[in-house]
Structures are given as C-alpha cells and as structure tokens.
C-alpha cells in the first residue's frame, strides 16, 4: 500500500539546537505537506512542496523536497519553547487523499 | 472566510452505545472531507472522506460509518461503539487535492 515513514517518533531538545525530522516513501509523490500540531490542538498546514528538488523557508523552518519526490524534511533552526508539538509530513499520491505520517513529537527542554 | 465546525468537543459514552459526531463548513462548496481519527500521542487515521453528496470511500473498515447528506456536512456514526474506537476524531475539508483544514476535533473517550 501507499505508506509514508516518518522519523524520529520522538525528538528531545536543548532551546536554541537544531531540530530535523524526515519522511520517506517508497512512491514518487505528486506533492507533500507539513502540517504542525500543537499540544491539545489540531493538525495546521505549514507548507506544499510540489517541485522535485524544492526547498522553501518560512523565518527559522527550511522545508525541502527530494530530486526524486520520494523523501522530504522539515529543518528547524536554533529551536524555541513555541515549537513544541507534533510534526507530520502529509503524502499525496496523486488523489483526493493524503497519508500521514506517524509523526514526530518535539520536546523543548528551556 | 471558511471555517470548519465539529461537535460536540468531548464525549464520553458506553460500550456498545451508538455514536454521531457532526461536521459542518461554512464559506466554500463542494469541499472535500475526511474523517480522522488520532489515537492517545500517536498518528493521523484516515477513517472516510467524500467528493460530493452521497459519495463516500471508506478506508479501513471497522464498525463506523460516514454520511453527507448536504455539500457541507459530514457525519460520523456507530451503532455500538467498542473500547478501541476510543480517540481524537477530526473533520477536515480541502477546496481541492490540497491542502486540508482541520477542526477543533472530538474528543471521545469510551468507557
């Protein structure tokens, strides 16, 4: 089946380090998504990426998109106590639908 | 502007009781829908979603099910709910193959 895998599950760090987490598929994608989830919240789009290769920056977040539209990660750079939450990259295969992957929860320690 | 409309916010119900949870959006036609469901720390499940009135696709089958019966309403409903059905259930709706917005969620705890 189509699947999207998803790492770490888990992320904890340091205010003011890197963070990165990353989605993989075995199928080329027609697009992915990022969508962040806040503690006790609901999923909210981030970002698109459609081109092979793209890679697009929002302030301290860097998204990019693999040459062969299989693989894609979210950076985050010099981490802050509003980040934490739950990470998922979103697949599209090319329907109506998208795959989410499992997730990645980011834990700030201050 | 559109927003997405889920109700009611928790629910706590029995083994075996029955189960409507209600999706509505306002400010768009002819949106795509879905239903998921996240259980406790864990992932996205995509439980139905819908192109239109009437069409649904169901993606894992299990003892729910998903109506539209107007353009912008969505329901999810059991006739006997079980332990595992237990979770954060969200409604979302997109204009196209895009990019979805998601709903305040329905927590439901079966007890």
């Known amino acids: 089946g189509q699947q999207v895998m998803q790492i770490p599950q888990y992320q904890h760090v340091q205010e003011g380090e890197d963070f990165t987490t990353y989605c993989n598929s075995s199928?080329?994608?027609?697009?992915i998504q990022w969508y962040k989830q806040r503690p006790g919240g609901h999923p909210v789009f981030l970002i698109q990426?459609?081109?092979?290769?793209e890679v697009k920056k929002q302030k301290r977040l860097t998204f990019q998109f693999g040459e062969a539209k299989k693989n894609s990660s979210l950076h985050i750079t010099a981490t802050q106590t509003t980040d934490v939450g739950i990470y998922f990259c979103?697949?599209?295969?090319?329907?109506?639908?998208?795959?989410f992957g499992t997730g990645t929860r980011l834990t700030i320690i201050p | 502007s559109q927003t997405i409309h889920q109700w009611p916010a928790t629910l706590v119900q029995p083994v075996g009781s029955p189960l409507s949870l209600e999706c509505t959006v306002e400010?768009?036609?002819?949106?795509?829908l879905y239903w998921y469901r996240q259980a406790a720390g864990r992932g996205l499940q995509l439980l139905f979603y819908?192109?239109?009135?009437?069409?649904i696709s169901s993606e894992v089958p299990q003892n729910l099910s998903a109506s539209r019966p107007q353009d912008r309403q969505f329901i999810l409903s059991s006739k006997k709910l079980l332990l595992s059905d237990s979770g954060f259930y969200l409604c979302?709706?997109?204009?196209?193959?895009?990019?979805?917005?998601f709903g305040p969620g329905t927590r439901l705890t079966v007890l």
């Open positions: 979302a709706w997109s204009p196209l193959p895009d990019e979805q917005f």
């Open positions: 199928t080329t994608l027609s697009n």
């Open positions: 990426l459609v081109k092979s290769g």
């Open positions: 979103a697949a599209n295969f090319g329907n109506e639908k998208l795959t």
């Open positions: 400010g768009t036609s002819n949106p795509n």
């Open positions: 819908s192109v239109g009135i009437g069409q």
